[in-house]
């Protein structure tokens, strides 16, 4: 198999570089001529991942028709506000019936398209076979031969099971599933989810109050997956609670860090400003915001972490508000 990824950040540097080491033919595209310098000369990614060895036989190129040239698997990892530029970028070289993989997880802001959404809007006429690769899974740990496992959310059962033995390996472990919904939201929402707790921690509040996050936003990622006709037991699985755990508890989560700086009372500006990666749960915030009322679905830590983040609310506020609201049964 030959497979081209789209995106030379840690997530889509690490995956090539898996994917090289296991004898695969691969090419990265990068949007910098100076990563694929460097890439090609001292194989590395010293922007992205410091210190971190890349296989000598990854092919990396800034020109999409290079990339793309006899492919047909296709994986994406861009940051998800980018993905329909990047899905545009390719569209002329992709062939009919390409294997799309996303590992982009979030919300499309100006539409509120799932990844999925965005793929068929994009790429339809094409007749793409989509995946979505989804779970627990911090690039750091996945380059450094830590294992982790992952779900893939494909409704083509053929090319699920292809994407599934390309990218498993003794230290990746790939599981399917049918529900690409789900396995596209649960990525998505436990990142606003993950920004709550970072304020909770940043805020001093302890084991009590991030078990709590966690198991409300949960529920709340369920609401909203099942008014989107997701099967509501993918959010138990890795796509879901284990992505959130990992997001709302791991040191390496950026939306966790962008929520403990707020508490500490630094502007959302400032932080951003300052991260060398996208912390995907700011815009996602806002977009499932939108969603939840456009659905009418009730989404209170989403709404309380919009509130601090486009409202100038205080975070210890946000907290109060959450714990003030009515009393109901679980």
């Known amino acids: 198999m030959k497979i081209a990824v789209i995106g030379g950040g840690s997530w889509g540097t690490t995956l090539a570089d898996m994917l090289a080491k296991k004898g695969l033919e691969t090419r990265l595209w990068v949007r910098e001529q100076k990563v694929m310098h460097e890439i ?33 698997h296709f994986l994406f990892a861009v ?4 993905i329909r530029q990047a899905y545009t970028r390719f569209l002329k070289y992709l062939p009919k019936n390409p ?66 033995e390309a990218l498993s390996s003794p230290a990746f472990r790939v599981y399917t599933n049918p529900d690409v919904r789900g396995v596209e939201l649960g990525g998505a ?5 993950a920004i709550a707790s970072g304020v909770a921690d940043g805020l001093g509040f302890g084991s009590n109050a991030r078990s709590a996050l966690i198991t409300r936003g949960l529920h709340e990622m369920s609401r909203l997956g099942k008014a989107m006709g997701a099967d509501t037991e993918t959010f138990m699985g890795l ?22 700086r707020l508490a500490k009372g630094q502007k959302l500006l400032d932080i951003l400003g300052e991260m060398k990666m996208v912390a995907e749960g700011v815009k996602t915030t806002e977009a499932v915001h939108a969603l939840g009322q456009k659905l009418g679905v009730e989404l209170p830590i989403t709404e309380q972490v919009h509130a601090v983040l486009y409202r100038n609310q205080e975070p210890a506020a946000a907290v109060h508000a959450l714990m003030t609201r009515t009393l109901k049964d679980e």
Not at 79 to 82: E, H, I, L, S
Not at 189 to 193: A, F
Not at 239 to 260: A, E, F, K, W
């Open 239 to 260: 796509s879901g609670l284990g992505d959130l755990v990992l997001t709302c508890t791991g040191d390496l989560s950026r939306n966790r860090q962008v929520g403990m």
């Open 40 to 72: 090609r000369t001292l194989h590395e990614n010293t922007w992205y991942l410091p210190g971190r060895p890349l296989a000598p036989n990854l092919d990396v190129s800034t020109d999409p028709a290079h990339v793309a040239d006899g492919v047909r």
């Open 189 to 193: 929402i436990k990142n606003i989810i």
């Open 99 to 164: 294997a799309i993989i996303c590992a982009s997880k979030g919300i499309e802001l100006d539409t509120l398209m799932p990844m999925s959404d965005v793929c068929e809007d994009v790429l339809g006429a094409l007749k793409p076979r989509f995946a979505m690769l989804s779970g627990p899974s911090f690039a750091f740990e996945v380059i450094n031969g830590i294992p982790t496992a992952v779900a893939l959310g494909c409704a083509h059962k053929k090319t699920g099971k292809e994407v599934q």
């Open 79 to 82: 940051p998800c506000q980018f």
